[in-house]
């Protein structure tokens, strides 16, 4: 097995939304504001090269949306899903499966570009399975004002339309083996119904991708929730027992969001659970 970080775009979002009730004079210790108040975010998406399949986990923002709307959230720097992909060696057409941890825009936009003609979309992985689940897709595909935003139909039904698509089975238990994938899949329901979390064993090492259970570092201590976060409450006792199991288990947590700090690690201390170590992709993967 080997892994590949994808860096599919940066961009930034509004720092108090990123940290719903916490003050900005914490939160911009570790996210530093801009002049608009927006902090630096990124879209590290997570390859892994397995075998005969070639799974991508996430895939960005996409470029199929219009500049009013990319105007919204600042891209920064030169990444691109694509750019990105073929710098590993790879094609779009290579990709065997594409994981969706969920179907916010942020994470599945990439997944669905436009036809030749711009005329309508097409999904992006010709010869990929999609995976969701049905709790979440009928979450996405009927959804509460509150996530309306950021669950936009064009990302999510051609997905379906395509025949591409498969849910994986939810149980009681949050943590289940997915054998055709490889890898442990976390069930969590703070951010929204029934994200998931891939746990990748590879070589010596557990890698979590965080997705946002834990968007960035600085979402480390337990109150610094997001107000995106549908269930709150639920997200704070999700991401206790989940970082608790991190230092306990010293897993290796990947952070999809987190523009400056790839890879870290996490320990138990006085004050609840703090960031040990950070780490490069290129020191781990």
Excluded at 29 to 40: E, G, V, Y
Excluded at 199 to 225: M, N, W
Aim: proline letters at 4%.
């Amino acid at each position: 097995m080997k892994l590949h970080a994808i860096e599919a775009g940066n961009f930034k979002l509004d720092g108090g939304a990123m940290f719903g009730v916490v003050p900005k004079v914490l939160w911009n210790k570790t996210n530093p504001a801009d002049a608009n108040n927006q902090i630096d975010l990124a879209a590290r998406c997570l390859l892994i090269e397995d075998g005969n399949r070639l799974i991508l986990i996430d895939t960005g923002m996409g470029n199929k949306q219009s500049d009013k709307f990319f105007g919204f959230y600042n891209m920064w720097g030169n990444f691109d899903l694509e750019h990105s992909l073929k710098q590993k060696g790879f094609s779009k057409n290579d990709i065997t499966d594409v994981f969706l941890t969920h179907l916010h825009f942020d994470h599945c936009g990439g997944a669905v570009s436009w036809n030749n003609s711009r005329t309508g979309y097409e999904t992006t992985f010709k010869n990929a399975t999609y995976w969701s689940n049905e709790n979440h897709w009928n979450w996405a595909t009927e959804p509460n004002a509150r996530e309306k935003a950021s669950f936009l139909s064009e990302n999510i039904l051609p997905i379906q339309e395509s025949g591409q698509l498969k849910f994986i089975e939810t149980t009681n238990n949050p943590l289940i083996n997915h054998s055709e994938l490889n890898f442990g899949v976390l069930f969590v329901d703070g951010h929204t119904e029934k994200q998931m979390i891939p746990h990748i064993k590879y070589q010596d090492k557990t890698i979590v991708f965080c997705a946002d259970l834990l968007p960035t570092a600085g979402h480390i201590p337990l109150p610094y929730v997001m107000g995106y976060d549908t269930r709150p409450l639920l997200t704070l006792s999700e991401k206790d027992q989940f970082l608790k199991e991190a230092a306990l288990n010293n897993y290796y947590l990947f952070l999809e969001h987190d523009a400056h700090n790839h890879i870290i690690t996490v320990k138990e201390t006085e004050k609840g659970i703090r960031l040990n170590e950070v780490f490069s992709v290129n020191d781990i993967l």
